[in-house]
T-cell receptor
Framework: DGGITQSPKYLFRKEGQNVTLSCEQN?????MYWYRQDPGQGLRLIYY???????QKGDIAEGYSVSREKKESFPLTVTSAQKNPTAFYLC?????????FGSGTRLTVV | AQSVTQLDSQVPVFEEAPVELRCNYS??????LFWYVQYPNQGLQLLLK??????LVESINGFEAEFNKSQTSFHLRKPSVHISDTAEYFC?????????????FGSGTQLTVLP
């Protein structure tokens, strides 16, 4: 079945540590997105990529980085510069008629 | 730029009662509209969408939404809810044309169905 796979489902980060969240899709979509979800705040766009080797900042890109070396993969790195990284992270891919979402990664700072 | 407002952050309703979740959007150009549902600790699933044609769209599990251009609304309704409908619901919009085709999401409405 086609879909998006995010891993890991749960991730714990120590202060000052970088962590990378994985997102893989087999839907043959050009565009991929990363969102952050906090309670009561809906979804906020971190980064998006419309094509391989190209990506743009979203509304809250500070403290995050991405790469898009393959069409299928769009990993997100949460750097030590992100001061409040505890959140639920969602990856999506899609066309102009809707997105398909992964099941999310819950990141907690310990 | 487009924006979406979901007027109610929490909607409690008794089982088998009707429900309406409200969504208003703002855009200077034509739009596509979506409703997504999210169950706890899961990603979002597409519930229904309006792209063109009939302004009333339906999902397979009894939800419907009506696109009202004059009121810039896309409210979600169900005539009789079940316990299993308890979830968070997000309205989203994207504009026609252009290359970005990004979805803009509302802040979500938590629907809680009470026994």
């Amino acid at each position: 079945d086609g879909g998006i796979t995010q891993s890991p489902k749960y991730l714990f980060r120590k202060e000052g540590q970088n962590v990378t969240l994985s997102c893989e899709q087999n839907l043959n979509h050009d565009a991929m997105y990363w969102y952050r979800q906090d309670p009561g705040q809906g979804l906020r766009l971190i980064y998006y990529s419309q094509i391989v080797n190209d990506f743009q900042k979203g509304d809250i890109a500070e403290g995050y980085s991405v790469s898009r070396e393959k069409k299928e993969s769009f990993p997100l790195t949460v750097t030590s510069a992100q001061k409040n990284p505890t959140a639920f992270y969602l990856c999506a891919s899609g066309t102009g008629v809707g997105y398909t979402f992964g099941s999310g990664t819950r990141l907690t700072v310990v | 730029a487009q924006s979406v407002t979901q007027l109610d952050s929490q909607v409690p309703v008794f089982e088998e009662a009707p429900v309406e979740l409200r969504c208003n959007y703002s855009s200077s150009v034509s739009v596509y509209l979506f409703w997504y549902v999210q169950y706890p600790n899961q990603g979002l699933q597409l519930l229904l969408k309006y792209l063109s044609g009939s302004t009333l769209v339906e999902s397979i599990n009894g939800f419907e939404a009506e696109f009202n251009k004059s009121q810039t609304s896309f409210h979600l309704r169900k005539p009789s809810v079940h316990i299993s409908d308890t979830a968070e619901y997000f309205c989203a919009v994207t504009t026609l044309g252009g290359s970005a085709r990004q979805l803009t999401f509302g802040s979500g409405t938590q629907l809680t169905v009470l026994p």
